[in-house]
């Protein structure tokens, strides 16, 4: 097991069964391979992969995504993530189980970077803070996906499975909701309070499966593809 309350820097390639649970920051600028095991920290600087069947990562702080994650289990990333360099993928997919959820904190770029979330069969991604990855910066989620924070700006978004939408959503290139399982993926507006958004800079947007307010309340929802189609296929 690695712990303690200061940073910990990995400069060579770490391969470890055991935990590591940080008070501090888990700075990795080499390959990282956990098995079988948990990762903790404050803050994480990923430079290099981390990869193996960690059975969690959970980030308290922010989180710079400089590389990409592969667990066998759920990933927490509370603060703010920015995704940075090029694509970033995080992918649980080993476990059909296994969530990706980003706090609060808001999801941002250093330019048009897209972000890749790959998951099992049940898998969901939830987001409770907004994401602005530019407008070639496209969002690709396999699996189901909450969406509680604005997406203020990408370029494609594409989600396979059961959808959740509970603010408003701006893209500069297509939107597709529930393409794997076609009518059983459903498409659910759940926003408190308000009308909801969508909005796709003339580009279509295509919902795959059924659309539907939560618990068949009402629900306002404004769609707007501009010049291009919006397509309800359920």
Do not use: C, H, P, W
């Not at 309350?5 to 080499?30: P, R, S």
């Not at 994650?69 to 990333?77: D, E, F, Q, S």
């Not at 993928?89 to 972000?115: E, H, M």
């Not at 500069?172 to 759940?190: K, M, R, V």
């Amino acid at each position: 097991a690695i712990s303690g309350a200061g940073e910990v820097e990995v400069d060579g390639t770490l391969t470890t069964t055991g935990n590591i649970n940080l008070t501090g920051t888990l700075d990795v600028d080499a390959a990282l391979t956990v098995t079988a095991a948990s990762i903790a920290a404050q803050t994480l600087e990923l430079g290099a992969a981390m990869s193996g069947t960690a059975t969690s990562v959970t980030i308290g702080g922010a989180t710079t995504l400089g590389a990409n994650i592969t667990t066998n289990g759920n990933v927490t990333l509370t603060g703010q993530t920015n995704v940075t360099g090029a694509a970033r993928t995080i992918d649980t997919s080993a476990n059909a189980n296994a969530n990706i959820t980003f706090g609060a904190g808001n999801i941002v770029t250093d330019a048009n970077r897209n972000l890749i979330l790959t998951m099992g069969s049940a898998g969901v991604v939830e987001f409770d803070g907004s994401v602005t990855l530019g407008g070639s910066g496209d969002l690709t989620i396999t699996g189901g996906a909450n969406l509680d924070g604005v997406i203020v700006s990408a370029g494609v978004l594409g989600i396979t499975n059961d959808t959740n939408i509970g603010a408003n959503i701006t893209t500069d290139g297509a939107q597709t909701y529930g393409s794997t399982n076609g009518s059983s993926d459903a498409t659910i507006i759940d926003k408190g309070s308000g009308v909801t958004t969508l909005t796709a800079t003339n580009n279509n947007i295509v919902f795959f499966s059924t659309l539907n307010s939560v618990n068949g309340g009402a629900k306002a929802l404004t769609i707007n593809a501009g010049t291009e189609t919006v397509n309800l296929d359920g």
